[in-house]
């Protein structure tokens, strides 16, 4: 569509150069392709960089790595984890993949996190963890959410997807907290193909974790730590196939020595125009959170007048991809259908329009979109 007049302007995308490819070509070449020193590399320098005195663990998708955070702490069929709707599925899936269930909690308008009044309403004496988001990179009442855990004796476990590289009160997010997991899937602030990590300063989580990964045989990653295998084990729970492979560590190595000179000054600087051009715009309303913490992942906006749809299609008509991030999972027939109502993650669901942010994207881009974006709210105000 209009290919050569409107060259596509993609909503995210992995930017990958020479460094990543000569790191993964090496890894081929010395033919050890599975989980070893590589990874355990990716582990140490994701810990120096994140600081605090923190262990992590990378396994392959950040799914995964909420998955087995929960299976940590011991949850399971039976219990309940309060989490905000309002976000990407996988969060939802990672808590059902135990058999627990997740409690979906409503958000708050200004930051799209967990509203934590609503959170303590949905206490319950099955409730075990609370689940938190940092959605779009920007960490809302996260000291209300350790209070609250506090009070009731919960894990807390951050999904920090979208906050890869940002601090919160002087400490890179992960540094502090409870259980912090990251996702490094294609397009997240940096990547490693896909993968993720579980980050803690708990000791019995990282072994528990670190065994799970590798179908719960004890002790495993030291054995592939040294490229050798465990031969006479024992498993004492239910583990399965997460780890990370050496290629993906290869990857995710070069990308984090990348992020602090390329992808975060990048990422702020584009966040930063945006909010510049869409200011003032009537029709649109922009999220807070402070460029000089975050590491923007993505950009959505609020489309007001009941014009998200007619701004999605206007985009779309000339090249550019927009998201909705995200459907709130209590309207999923596997998450209730509706049954309960949620009213901020509800009409947010409505007014949500993710306009593209990734590296690769420039000024004019952005310009770009802003004017398509500037028209149909404008357009939609005569019309009214
Ligand atoms: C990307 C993402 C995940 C899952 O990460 P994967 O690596 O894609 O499995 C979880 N939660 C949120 C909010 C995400 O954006």
Known sequence: MNQEINPLIRLSKSVI??????????????????????????????????????????????????????????????????????????????????????????????????????????????????????????????????????????????????????????????????????????????????????????????????DARLLGVVKDTESRYRRERSWEFDVTHQGFRYHMSDIMAAIGRV???????????????????????LAGMDGVSLFEGDLESIVPHIMPVRIHGGLRDAARRALTDINIQTGIQYKPNHLLAYYGGGKVKLPVAEKLYEELLTLPLHPELDNNGVDKIVMSLGAVVSGGKRGA
Do not use: W
């Open 17 to 210: 150069g020479e460094g990543e490819m000569r790191e993964v070509r090496r890894i081929l070449e010395n033919g050890f392709l599975g989980m070893g020193p590589e990874t355990q590399k990716f582990e140490q320098e994701l810990a120096g960089y994140i600081g605090g005195d923190r262990e992590v663990c990378c396994v392959n998708t950040g799914t995964a790595a909420l998955h087995l955070a929960l299976q940590a702490c011991g949850i399971g069929t039976g219990d309940e984890v309060l989490v905000p709707s309002l976000t990407f599925v996988a969060t939802f899936q990672a808590i059902s993949a135990t058999g627990a269930v997740p409690v979906a909690c409503d958000v708050d308008e200004a930051a799209v996190f967990i509203d934590v009044n609503d959170a303590r309403r949905k206490l319950t004496s099955r409730t075990k963890a609370v689940l938190p988001v940092h959605y779009a990179s920007a960490v809302g009442d996260l000291e209300g959410v350790y209070q609250l855990a506090k009070e009731h004796g919960l894990r807390v476990i951050e999904d920090a997807a979208h906050a890869f590289g940002g601090t919160y009160r002087g400490k890179k997010i992960g540094g502090a907290g409870d259980i912090i997991c990251f996702s490094f899937d294609g397009i997240k602030n940096i990547t490693s193909g896909e993968g993720g990590a579980v980050v803690t300063g708990d000791r019995t989580i990282i072994e528990y974790v670190q």
């Open 255 to 277: 990308q984090l020595r990348r992020l602090e000179t390329e992808f975060t000054p990048k990422r702020r600087e584009l966040a930063a125009y945006y909010r510049k051009r």
